[in-house]
């Protein structure tokens, strides 16, 4: 074990000269949660991520939502990372868009994408998310939301389709990942790294062994996936997905 731990950390530092603080998705220790607010980043005409912040480990992170804008009304995927933030994407949305939000989707039971679904709900906003998030939900107390999604579904948003579908167990056991077949984006969610990161984040609830093979099967579902949105950190291609497998094949580099 001594060996193995010393061969790890001497190829840690030949891999990754830059000390953890300097990755790019740590802010300044100086900010706190209460004085972020919301962050947009317009990806299409119609679909932009919403960016909160919160906090790992003493640490301010970034963390990313969508908002996809349909003719009916706006399909919001997870919350921000608190409730102020998600009061404030509430009220963003009307101000912004004009538009009332039809449903949310939170793909997978960790504060980073429930800590605001009371605020959804107090709304009368349907929250909806499968089986295993709404038990895993409402063991951690993250809220209760609606479970009517199977592991593979499609919901209609006017003229838009949102597809949903739960590739095996990763960075949780019940993430899930969002396909939007019309203008070719898939939301990762925390499934999927950021070509920035180093390692594989909060692992308390993933499964280190289960994790490639489910990133494999949405490679294969969505070959043709244009944007890439992780959980974390800022949006790319497929490669995302490759840099992911890689960080797995070696978790502690
Ligand atoms: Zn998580």
Not at 16 to 42: A, F, R, Y
Not at 67 to 86: A, F, M, R, S, Y
Not at 190 to 198: F, G, T
Request: charged fraction near 20%; hydrophobic fraction near 40%.
């Amino acid at each position: 074990m001594g060996f193995l731990l010393t061969h790890c950390q001497l190829k840690k530092v030949e891999s990754n000269p830059l000390p953890q603080e300097s990755q790019s998705q740590i802010l300044s220790p100086k900010k706190t949660v209460e004085t972020q607010s919301l962050e947009w980043i317009k990806i299409k005409e119609s679909v932009w991520i919403h960016k909160s912040f919160g906090s790992f480990q003493g640490k301010l992170y970034p963390s990313n939502g969508l908002v996809v804008l349909t003719n009916k009304g706006v399909v919001v995927i997870d919350t921000p990372w608190t409730e102020p933030q998600t009061e404030e994407l509430i009220q963003s949305i009307q101000t912004k868009f004009q538009k009332q939000i039809l449903f949310l989707i939170v793909t997978h039971a960790h504060d980073d994408r429930m800590a605001g679904v009371s605020s959804f709900q107090k709304k009368k906003i349907p929250v909806y998310s499968t089986q295993l998030t709404a038990k895993l939900a409402k063991e951690n107390g993250y809220g209760i939301p609606s479970p009517i999604l199977d592991i593979q579904t499609r919901l209609a948003a006017g003229k838009v389709s949102v597809e949903v579908f739960y590739p095996g167990h990763g960075h949780s056991p019940d993430n899930i990942v969002v396909w939007l077949p019309e203008t070719h984006i898939l939301f990762g969610g925390c499934l999927v790294k950021d070509l920035d990161a180093s390692d594989l984040g909060n692992t308390k609830d993933a499964n280190l062994m289960l994790w490639e093979s489910s990133v494999k099967r949405v490679l294969a579902r969505y070959p043709d996936a244009e944007v890439v949105v992780p959980g974390h950190g800022n949006w790319g291609k497929l490669d995302l997905l490759r840099h992911t497998l890689r960080l797995l094949v070696s978790p502690n580099h």
